[in-house]
């Protein structure tokens, strides 16, 4: 499913309607869904809260669709509709006909709460700037009618580029958008703002979208990277991982990437750590394991490892190995960028805080906000500015959040599979062992983070049902994998 930008989508609206399908069609056909949906709530009396833009518009069609359906619908209006869009108000001309009861804000009392309905169409994807006046004391009363709340394409009031809530905006039970999502719908505050969001099909002229270049990932898409695993093969061909990670101080990380990467399906998986983490041989003796009984890794061990590093496919480095081990990392990466793939997670990732350092198409970098934050100063929350630092870092960039980013700047796909259960030591260390196994099975470093991130997420919201966001572990996630790829292999 793709996701625009609000002037993607008016460039999208503008393309149709030059060739030939009349904005009236395409907000009748809105409207329709609105309604449609509307519906479901079962509402006995229903309030359109519109402004004087075209989502006004969507919001006063919807009104009289259901009006003529028999319910009982008042409209309301916030601003001056004199200065509304011409679809606007040829759509109160049209409700006028339909005799149904039209109020205006600044002149009427209106008891928001005996509406079992608010449709809320006061602003669409044409908000610019904070809400503020009138509009922002209706999207007040909206939030304290009580009442069930269905917004038109997205919640009044916040950005559909970026998610951001501009002043004040509508608590929505439902969002009804139309023919794409919008990045706005994704991230947060704003995801949270939305509540259940359904996408309308429009005729939109579709010859733009596949130039659009960012996406969700949804199941459909994910079910086509799962690597083949042809029955006449042998173990190299399914790559080795090698593992560094780990210290004296965290040798549980190291054994949640290990056990990540060989439950996903990778040929070999070697894990070699500074500290003791032979634990892992209990939980999966398959795994080829070698401590170096040491504190922490240092930058002489590039060169003692490397005849292991040299036979690997994928370096997954970083997980639980503390900052002490910045020289070892700075080392192995200058040796081998060039020849080897790399999975950088968790204090691997301190090596960008140095200005000339570069990597390349080789890499994936795994940071959670606190890190990415610490080497990349200019982190909002915004889409663009992350997929300008993946171009400047030449690498795919995942972006564990509430919605996980994965981008290489060229492309940027968005995972909201995921839920609160994983935000806990050990989701991420589990999750680099993952893309590396899909690393070293052959798939790009782009696909590799989204299935990779699909199957953990996925696993883990599926498990949350039973065993709740509080109580469920990576540990259990590892053990579950299995589920996840059995949906995708079927
Ligand atoms: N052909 C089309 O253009 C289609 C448009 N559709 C609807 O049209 C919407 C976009 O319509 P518009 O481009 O007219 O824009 P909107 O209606 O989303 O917003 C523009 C209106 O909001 C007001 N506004 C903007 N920022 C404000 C702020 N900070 N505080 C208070 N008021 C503010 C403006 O004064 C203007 O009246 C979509 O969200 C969708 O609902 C749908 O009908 C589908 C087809
Ligand atoms: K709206």
């Known amino acids: 499913m793709k996701i ?6 008016k460039l999208i609206d503008k393309l149709t309607i030059e060739k030939g399908i009349a904005s009236e069609t395409l907000m009748e056909q809105a409207a329709f869904s609105v309604a449609d949906i509307a519906e479901t709530f079962e509402p006995n009396s229903i309030l359109c809260v519109v402004g004087k833009g075209n989502n006004a518009g969507d919001g006063v069609a919807a009104g009289r669709i259901l009006k003529n359906k028999g319910y009982n619908v008042e409209i309301l209006i916030v601003g001056d509709p004199t200065q509304g869009s011409p679809d606007f108000k040829k759509q109160l001309e049209i409700a006028k006909k339909f005799q149904i009861n039209i109020y205006r804000f600044d002149v009427d009392e209106i008891n928001y709460s005996q509406y079992d309905l608010i449709i809320d169409g006061l602003i669409g994807i044409g908000l610019t700037g904070e809400v503020k006046g009138e509009v922002a004391e209706a999207i007040t009363h909206i939030n304290s009618s009580g009442s069930k709340v269905l917004s038109v394409d997205v ?8 998610g951001e809530v501009l002043g004040t905006a509508v608590k929505a039970d ?8 919008k990045i706005g719908h994704l991230l947060y505050p704003a995801r949270e703002y939305c509540g259940e969001i359904k996408v309308a099909p429009l005729s939109f002229d579709n010859s733009l979208i596949n130039s659009i270049n960012r996406e969700l990932i949804l199941e459909d898409t994910v079910k086509n990277l799962l690597p083949n695993r042809p029955e006449d093969s042998y173990k190299y061909k399914f790559g080795t991982v090698l593992i560094l990670a780990g210290s004296e101080k965290y040798p549980g990380a190291p054994i949640l990437s290990a056990i990540g990467a060989q439950r996903t399906g990778a040929g070999m998986v070697k894990l070699i750590t500074p500290g003791d983490s032979s634990n892992v041989l209990a939980l999966e003796p398959s795994i080829i394991y070698r401590s170096l009984k040491k504190e922490h890794f240092e930058e002489k061990d590039v060169e003692n490892l490397k005849e292991e590093i040299e036979k690997s ?11 002490k081990a910045k020289g070892f990392v700075t080392k192995l990466v200058d040796t081998y960028k060039d020849d080897k793939l790399f999975v950088l997670d968790a204090d691997a990732l301190s090596i960008l805080k140095e200005k000339d350092v570069k990597l390349n198409k080789n890499f994936v970098i795994t ?7 610490k080497v990349y100063k200019n982190l909002k929350n915004d889409v663009f500015g992350l997929e300008e630092y993946a171009k400047e870092l030449r690498c795919t960039i995942v972006f564990k959040s509430s919605t996980t980013l994965i981008t290489n700047g060229e492309k940027t796909y968005f995972n909201i599979t995921g839920n609160s259960s994983l935000a806990k030591g050990g989701s991420g260390d589990l999750l680099s062992g993952v893309i590396g196994s899909y690393i070293a099975q052959g798939l790009t470093t782009l696909q590799a983070c989204i299935i990779g991130s699909y199957v953990i997420y996925k696993t883990a919201r599926d498990l949350s049902l039973e065993y709740t966001n509080y109580s469920l572990t990576p540990k259990i996630i590892a053990d579950n994998i299995y589920k996840t790829i059995q949906q995708l292999n079927s």
């Open 4 to 9: 625009l930008t609000s002037s993607q989508a």
């Open 155 to 162: 919640p009044s009031g916040i950005s559909s580029d970026t």
């Open 174 to 181: 439902q969002a009804v958008t139309f023919g794409f999502l």
């Open 313 to 323: 496919n994928v370096i997954v480095l970083g997980p639980g190995i503390t900052e």
């Open 367 to 373: 940071p959670h906000v606190g890190e990415l934050s």
